[in-house]
């Protein structure tokens, strides 16, 4: 199994341009989340899924769009790119199948960096 | 507001020594989980704390949970170099069937052979 990959790894981006960031996870998870991850401020929820179909906001879901239109990607857009969306965003999925046994932890993608001139 | 708050923020430790991270939030859970992330890399799963009064233990690592107080500790025994990362708690805020997770700010330890 590849758990949860991120597409792309890297991204660079001038000042309101788009893009969208992909998240695939072949675990047959029913819940997936994106982070964002700044310096010093550990790890702020944007959106999360709790299934096909529905998406529901995090803490700062502010100039960002989702969507799960399929069980194993969760894709995550920026409409018009900001330098404050500078970051290293994280998705990560989790059973929850697992919560009553407490092996509902997440699972983590490997990142990908996005630098917003 | 709710907080989740970690300290210290960076630690430094000798190979051998003990220590303890500490995490209080300040809403009521039950479920709290602890992270590793190894620079530039992604998270890694360490603990799933359910319940008050748990405690769990990896190696050189004890997690425990005391939701009265709305704390958890990661203890650190006998420390090794390859103990050195960044460790995160976060705690589920999630009711009704939704599962959202605030993170704290993370402990960077740093350990010195």
């Known amino acids: 199994n590849a758990g949860v990959t991120q597409t792309p790894k890297f991204r660079v981006l001038k000042t309101g341009q788009s893009m969208t960031l992909l998240c695939a996870q072949d675990?047959?998870?029913?819940?997936m989340y994106w982070y964002r991850q700044d310096p010093g401020m550990g790890l702020r929820l944007i959106h999360y899924?709790?299934?096909?179909?529905?998406?529901a906001k995090g803490e700062v879901p502010d100039g960002y769009n989702v969507s799960r239109l399929k069980k194993q990607n969760f894709l995550l857009g920026l409409e018009s790119a900001a330098p404050s969306q500078t970051s290293v965003y994280f998705c990560?999925?989790?059973?929850?199948?697992?919560?009553?046994?407490?092996?509902?932890?997440?699972?983590f993608g490997p990142g990908t960096r996005l630098t917003v001139l | 507001e709710l907080k989740v708050e970690q300290n210290p923020l960076f630690l430094s430790m000798q190979e051998g020594k003990n220590y303890t991270i500490y995490c209080n939030y300040s809403?009521?859970?039950?479920?709290l989980y602890w992270y590793r992330q190894d620079p530039g890399k992604s998270l890694e799963s360490l603990f799933v704390?359910?319940?008050?009064?748990a405690v769990k233990q990896e190696g050189r690592l004890m997690a425990s949970l005391d939701t009265k107080a709305r704390l958890s500790t990661l203890h650190i025994t006998a420390a090794v170099h390859d103990l050195s990362a960044t460790y995160f708690c976060a705690v589920d805020i999630g009711s009704s069937g939704t599962y959202k997770y605030i993170f704290g700010t993370g402990t960077r330890l740093k350990v010195l052979a």
């Open positions: 990560a999925s989790s059973p929850p199948s697992g919560r009553a046994r407490g092996t509902d932890t997440q699972y």
């Open positions: 809403t009521t859970s039950d479920r």
């Open positions: 899924s709790v299934g096909e179909g529905t998406t």
């Open positions: 675990m047959n998870h029913e819940y």
């Open positions: 704390l359910l319940s008050n009064g």
